[in-house]
Each structure stands twice: as structure tokens, then as C-alpha cells.
């Protein structure tokens, strides 16, 4: 299937509309793939966690210590292990 370059441009401005919500929403902090930026915000909700400014290591209030919060995109034929939601 060949993809008009059109349909790409079209595909590429509803990526960036997204990329300005999740943005707007405070999910992501930057206009770089969403993936590491949401990581970092749901680890933040459930361990309640200061994230800090970005390329800063992120403050565990509860050791006292920052870490580096670290995620990667799985593609469908790689196994997607479950998010735990406890």
C-alpha cells in the first residue's frame, strides 16, 4: 500500500496536535517522542515523585535519593508485558 505524501503531511499534523495537548495536559514536558515523557508522568502519579527539569534525575522524597526513569515503545509482535495498577 503506497502512501500518498499528502496522507503523510496530514498524519504528521495530527502527531503534533497531539504532541501540543499531551504537552498542554502536562503528561509530556518536551515535543520529543511522548514515550519517555509519559513514563516519567505516570511513575510520578503512582509513586508520587517530584519530577524534576528534564536531562535532572527525578527525586524519590521517600529514600531520599534521584533516579533516572527509564522506558522504551514495544511494537505489537514484541510481548507488551502488563502495567501493574496497584
Not at 46 to 62: G, Q, V, Y
Not at 65 to 78: F, H, L, N, Q, Y
Amino acid at each position: 500500500m503506497m502512501i500518498a505524501e499528502k496522507d503523510v503531511l496530514k498524519l504528521m499534523h495530527k502527531y503534533t496536535q497531539i504532541l501540543e495537548e499531551l504537552k498542554q495536559l502536562e503528561v509530556t514536558r518536551t515535543y520529543n517522542s511522548p514515550v519517555g515523557d509519559y513514563a516519567e508522568w505516570l511513575t510520578s502519579k503512582k509513586l508520587d515523585l517530584t519530577l524534576e527539569h528534564n536531562s535532572k534525575k527525578d527525586l524519590m522524597p521517600w529514600i531520599k535519593t534521584k533516579r533516572d526513569i527509564k522506558s522504551k515503545a514495544v511494537g505489537k509482535e514484541e510481548k507488551q508485558p502488563p502495567i501493574a495498577d496497584n
